[in-house]
């Protein structure tokens, strides 16, 4: 039988489990340790460690202590790694937790860490997901049900302490240049709410004031929320410290491209069961500087879309140079646009394209001065005919059902 090296009790705070920690420093002790070749299951709190509720009430995605999060499982100790090393991780299989058969999709407040459309959607929304197996469905945005593509939002290894002091370093320097934005342009260190594991005393104290906070992607792969690297997928992960350190969590039973609202996927708790090799000196045999990973063979086959365009010009009809991030805000709009016109509201299509399996494209980014992005959005998921026609759009829901809403106070 597989063991199950790391529990969470969803009943339990995620900082009373010393098995859990939500920042990066190479001080955090290995939770365990495993030997290349072993498969072993790790149990995961949601990314929030169980803020947000079942319920349809959406002040506690606008409340959300976003110093607190990411809750990620580990480090897990791999015996004989080394710095320099690929960590060769297969991700066998991930599922829900079953005695919680759900998962939440919402976007923040402006005021509290906003969003890719914040500008668009500055109140805080959600939207609840039941499982149903390998399905899921939302009462809050009726006439949808797909098939997930369950994958770890955050997985990654311990930094060293030279990579560490880079990441805090430039990440810095980029909040100085405009330190009073709002949103803000990055998460400083706060030993406040840093979760260290099983580190305790002054070693804790310190790590804390420096622990890097979870929510970039960074070198070590991170917080790269990548739909596609979902169950059955192989990933190669640099290795910086003795025994590589891996932690996983922020598990996802579905996402758009992009997690464009940031709070976030489908996101849920759960359980991974991962196997784990070595490559030895394999950073520079195969002049890996990040992560690199192989998909599963195993994806929903929503092959039918319709594509959005979008181009790098803004809403009051200004010209930018092939801005992509605009491009595909821009089409993720013209998606919400055409939504609309069936009745959903525009934060039900906002959810809808962060949570659905939504591919986002780079199209183009040489034909100056507009970059092209591309959201296809896949018409199976949907319970009704979404394509054009001459008849015209047919509404299909009233209104009645919206998400929940949450207003700054
Ligand atoms: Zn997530």
């Keep these: 039988m597989t063991d199950t090296l790391i529990e969470v009790d969803l009943t339990q705070a995620a900082t009373d489990n ?81 005695e919680s058969l759900w998962g939440f999709n919402g976007f923040f407040s402006k005021q509290n860490g906003g969003g890719f459309l914040t500008d668009y959607f500055p109140s805080a929304q959600k939207s609840i997901w039941d499982f149903e197996g390998m399905f899921t469905r939302s009462r809050h945005i009726p006439g949808v049900r797909f098939a997930g593509l ?58 804390a004031a420096t622990g890097a906070r979870t929510v970039p992607p960074r070198e070590h792969g991170g917080n790269c929320d990548i739909k596609d690297l979902s169950r059955g997928s192989k990933i190669f992960f640099p290795v910086y410290v003795e025994g590589a350190g891996l932690s996983v969590g922020d598990l996802h039973f579905s996402q758009g491209d992009g997690e464009i609202t940031f709070c976030g996927a489908i996101e849920m708790a759960g359980w991974v069961h991962m196997k784990v090799e070595l490559i030895k000196g394999g950073m520079a045999k195969y002049g890996i ?73 780079i199209s183009g980014v040489v034909d100056i001065p507009n970059a092209c992005a591309t959201l296809w959005l896949p018409t199976d998921i949907f319970e009704f005919d979404i394509n054009p026609s001459a008849a015209g759009p047919t509404r299909h829901l009233d209104g009645s059902i919206d998400m929940p809403i949450a207003y700054d106070k």
């Excluded at 010393?18 to 340790?33: F, G, L, Q, S």
């Excluded at 290894?157 to 560490?164: A, G, M, N, Q, T």
Aim: aromatic residues 8%; contains cysteine.
């Design 150 to 207: 369950i994958h770890p939002g955050l997985i990654g290894c311990l930094p060293d302490p030279k990579l560490l002091a880079n990441w805090n370093a430039r990440e810095q320097e980029l909040i100085d240049s405009n330190p009073t934005r709002v949103p803000p342009l990055a998460n400083p260190p706060f030993a406040a709410t840093a979760h260290m594991g099983k580190l305790t005393g002054a070693a804790r104290e310190a790590a």
């Design 289 to 361: 500087k990040n992560p690199i990973f192989k998909p599963s063979p195993i994806v929903p086959t929503y092959n039918n879309f319709l594509i959005f365009e979008g181009i790098s010009v803004d809403d009051a009809g200004r010209q930018h140079y092939l801005d992509v991030n605009l491009a595909y805000q821009q089409a993720c709009l013209n998606a919400i646009e055409y939504l609309k016109k069936f009745g959903y509201s525009g934060a039900q299509g906002y959810s809808l394209l962060g949570s659905a399996p939504v591919q986002g494209h």
């Design 18 to 98: 010393e098995n859990v920690h939500n920042r990066w420093h190479p001080d955090i002790p290995m939770a365990c340790w495993v030997n290349p070749g072993d498969d072993f299951i790790l149990e995961t709190y949601d990314w929030t460690g169980g803020a947000i509720k079942n319920d349809d009430d959406a002040s506690d995605v606008r409340d959300v202590d976003l110093s607190t999060v990411h809750y990620l499982s580990g480090p897990v100790g791999v015996k004989g790694a080394e710095p320099g090393d690929l960590l060769v991780v297969d991700l066998l299989d991930i599922g829900a937790k079953a």
